[in-house]
């Protein structure tokens, strides 16, 4: 209350129209275990980012368009507009989105063809830069081929990184020339 002239008079203070419109001024609306289980039935309970399985209390259902953005989807919500994510790879994401010129800008055609909105799908840029990114992990049996590797990095002097991808080039253009051998 203010007081104008001898009279106490209501004061009120609306906020900046701009924030007004943001979407995502509310609070988050929760995600029922119902809807929990529907995402990971949908994508099975792995980390969208590197396909390692979790038990289901380990995954984290994320909005794939960052609620900074775009706010929560109109319910009922939908399972394509969410992924299960490690704890890890969630943090991850959470620093490129929150690092990206968009974070500002806010425009979710541009987060829809990020990689951080899910590798599962076709992606042009990471964090509006034109990068691929694959994420890989060995386990269980697949150890050896990992060990194979590194010890093949060592022998030949570079990092692991490279020689992968190294080794990725080499096998495509043998593909490549296979693929032409076959056609003629």
């Known amino acids: 209350m203010k007081e104008v002239d001898g009279k106490q ?10 924030i007004a419109l943001d979407m995502t001024a509310h609070e988050r609306l929760s ?37 900074h953005v775009s706010g929560d989807p109109m319910r009922p919500f939908n399972v394509r507009d969410f992924m299960p994510v490690s704890a890890a790879m969630n943090r991850v994401k959470s620093w490129a989105c929150e690092s990206c010129p968009n974070w500002a800008e806010r425009q979710d055609s541009i987060c829809e063809k990020c990689y951080w909105a899910g590798p599962d799908q076709p992606y042009e840029h ?6 691929r990114r694959l994420e890989l992990v060995w386990q269980a049996d697949e150890v050896e081929s990992f060990d194979r590797l ?25 593909l490549d020339d296979h693929r032409s051998a076959t056609k003629n």
């Open 126 to 131: 990471i964090a509006t830069l034109p990068t």
């Open 31 to 67: 995600i029922s275990k119902q809807f929990r289980q529907d995402v990971l039935n949908h994508y099975g309970q792995r980390d969208i980012f590197t396909g390692i399985v979790f038990e289901s209390d380990e995954l984290q259902i994320d909005h794939r368009i960052p609620f």
């Open 150 to 174: 590194l010890a093949y990095s060592d022998e030949s002097g570079i990092e692991i990184r490279t020689a992968a991808k190294n080794l990725i080039a080499q096998g495509l253009t043998r």
């Open 9 to 18: 008079v209501a004061h009120y203070r609306f906020p900046d129209l701009p």
